[in-house]
């Protein structure tokens, strides 16, 4: 089944202690990204990536980071989490940037 | 002020009814304008797209953008409670490489 698969789903963390959210997608997709969605907010991109080794920075890339060194994942670190980055995390890939983004479930972070 | 705007709602209708949905934008560059619907606890789908100014339909739905005016509207006709969701507004911004702008949403209820 074509899909975009996140890890953890849901996560309870403390203040500056480092994570890792895991995407990946089993399409060939050549663009992913990542997304966090905020009441009031909406969805904003945090960053982007057209291919391997190649990254871009979103509308709200602090305090985050993105590696992307395999076509298929796409991971995102925080390296010292704080409450205001507490969210819903969407991770999406896509064919290139003219096509359809597929969305992966979701990753809902707490930073206490 | 935000690249683009959407009336969060939220928005309750009877079943049948003829649903309207708005995003206004700020930047005339933005083209390939998306909707995306969203359920409960879901990742975002892709609904319609269109690069022009114009209507696009698919069944139920028209996807209407008037680039003159920054406006995009999607249109749904006979409503179901299927059809009860989020409905987020996107576009992307071709001078920033591959960058996505999403609305905050608006939370739609169809009652039966």
């Known amino acids: 089944e074509a899909q975009v698969t996140q890890n953890p789903r849901y996560l309870i963390t403390v203040t500056g202690k480092k994570l890792t959210v895991t995407c990946s997608q089993n399409?060939?997709?050549?663009?992913m990204s990542w997304y966090r969605q905020d009441p009031g907010l909406g969805l904003r991109q945090i960053y982007y990536?057209?291919?391997?080794?190649?990254?871009d920075k979103g509308d709200v890339p602090e305090g985050y980071k993105v590696s992307r060194k395999e076509k298929r994942n796409f991971p995102l670190i925080l390296e010292s989490p704080s409450p205001n980055q507490t969210s819903l995390y969407f991770c999406?890939?896509?064919?290139?940037?003219?096509?359809?983004?597929?969305f992966g479930p979701g990753t809902r972070l707490t930073v206490l | 002020q935000k690249e683009v705007e959407q009336d969060p709602g939220p928005l309750s209708v009877p079943e049948g009814a003829i649903v309207s949905l708005n995003c206004t934008y700020s930047n005339s560059a933005f083209q390939y304008f998306m909707w995306y619907r969203q359920y409960s606890r879901k990742g975002p789908e892709l609904l319609m797209y269109t690069y022009s100014s114009g209507n696009k339909e698919d069944g139920r739905f028209t996807a209407q953008v008037d680039k003159s005016s920054k406006y995009i509207s999607l249109f749904i006709r006979d409503s179901q409670p299927s059809d009860s969701a989020t409905y987020l507004c996107a576009m992307r911004d071709p001078n920033t490489g591959n960058q996505f702008y999403f609305g905050t949403g608006t939370s739609l209820t169809v009652i039966p």
């Open positions: 990536s057209m291919n391997v080794e190649v990254t």
């Open positions: 399409m060939n997709h050549e663009y």
């Open positions: 999406a890939s896509s064919l290139g940037g003219y096509n359809e983004q597929f």
